[in-house]
């Protein structure tokens, strides 16, 4: 099972940049793929982005172009870098993964399962507390 901890978060102004970090201290897996969702108070739930084992991305329209995901598998952190940031990017950003425990499927394959599915808050079976982004004018 991944253990997964976020943190970065914090105030931070219109336009400024922000990284937020997703630290896995469970588990390690071969395949996996670990996203970012975000939800602002009274609101649903939205994912932000994922990344696979072998590093592929893909973002909300939301956040294409001044957010990146990357990974450091051999710290086993996940960045989520944040530029430009607005007024409506403020919310809870929870990082949460789903891993493959068998080393024997491909990562084509794995794509092919989880890339409909990205966005879907149950596809992934483990989850972190959180960690608030304020971002004020």
């Known amino acids: 099972q991944m253990h997964l901890t976020e943190s970065g978060g914090t105030s931070a102004r219109t336009g400024d940049s922000l990284r937020l970090s997703c630290t896995n201290s469970?588990?390690?897996?071969?395949?996996?793929?670990l996203a970012w969702f975000r939800q602002a108070s009274g609101k649903k739930r939205e994912a932000v982005g994922s990344i696979d084992s072998d590093g592929a991305t893909t973002y909300a329209d939301s956040v294409k172009g001044r957010f990146t995901i990357s990974i450091d598998k051999f710290k086993d952190i996940m960045y989520l870098q944040m530029t430009n940031l607005r007024a409506d990017d403020t919310a809870m950003y929870v990082c949460a993964g789903i891993y493959m425990a068998s080393s024997s499927m491909s990562i084509e394959l794995w794509r092919s399962w989880y890339e409909p599915r990205w966005s879907e808050p149950s596809t992934y079976n483990s989850w972190g507390q959180g960690t608030q982004v304020t971002v004020s004018s």
């Open positions: 469970g588990n390690s897996y071969q395949t996996y793929s």
